[in-house]
């Protein structure tokens, strides 16, 4: 996966907004005010995501190129090498789960509003 590709995806999904906060080089997407994914825009070889904590660990103990998240909540957050054996499709499986983690956080009407754009969209599990 390259960042055009990883940037062209997170923007498909409902709501998706794009940020800078941290510095000009790290791209941040967040849905409903909070962050689903990260990742630097030059040195693109990792994306965080969030992830389930007992889910964060199976993937994990399972692929070498998920490692606990960099700079994020250990628990909560896995980095993924976007550059090793990890089809490009697994990649943005787990944005995907990351985005509607998050999704699913929401207050009721604002996950409502989301859920109807990720079904008219065809994202829905």
Known sequence: MDVITYRDYCLSLPFT????????????????????TLADMVDFRWVNVKCEPARALELRERYAEITPG?????????SV???GDLPDSFIRTMIRDSYLLIVYSLPRMRREEILS?????GLAR
């Open 17 to 36: 907004e794009e940020t800078t906060p941290f510095d000009e080089t790290t791209l941040v997407y967040k849905v409903g005010g909070k962050i689903y």
């Open 70 to 78: 960099f700079h994020m909540n250990k628990m909560h957050w896995n």
């Open 81 to 83: 090498r976007v550059d």
């Open 117 to 121: 754009a990720i079904e008219a969209s």
